[in-house]
């Protein structure tokens, strides 16, 4: 979502300074503020809800998921 809502940079030299530290729970802890501010929710991108193939047309994120984590994901 950072990539696509111009906060990239921020997003990117948050998650530098957190890495930097060398502390995982504090790099965890910038994954989840990072998540948090940007209203996303565990249970929407965990295992079983990534696995649902039902097709709901009247929501558009689907095909956003899909490209992000395929092909920007590859980046």
């Given amino acids: 979502m950072g ?3 111009g906060t990239r940079i921020s997003m990117c030299d948050s998650l530098v300074k957190a890495d930097a530290s060398g ?5 965890m802890n910038a ?3 990072l998540a948090k501010d940007g209203g996303v929710s565990y249970d929407q991108y965990d295992a079983k809800a990534l696995s649902k193939t039902t097709i709901n047309t009247q929501a558009n994120l689907r095909q956003w998921t899909w490209q992000y984590c395929t092909e920007f ?3």
């Fill in 3 to 5: 990539v696509q809502y």
């Fill in 31 to 33: 994954v989840a503020k």
């Fill in 73 to 75: 994901g590859f980046f």
């Fill in 23 to 27: 502390d995982k729970d504090t790099l």
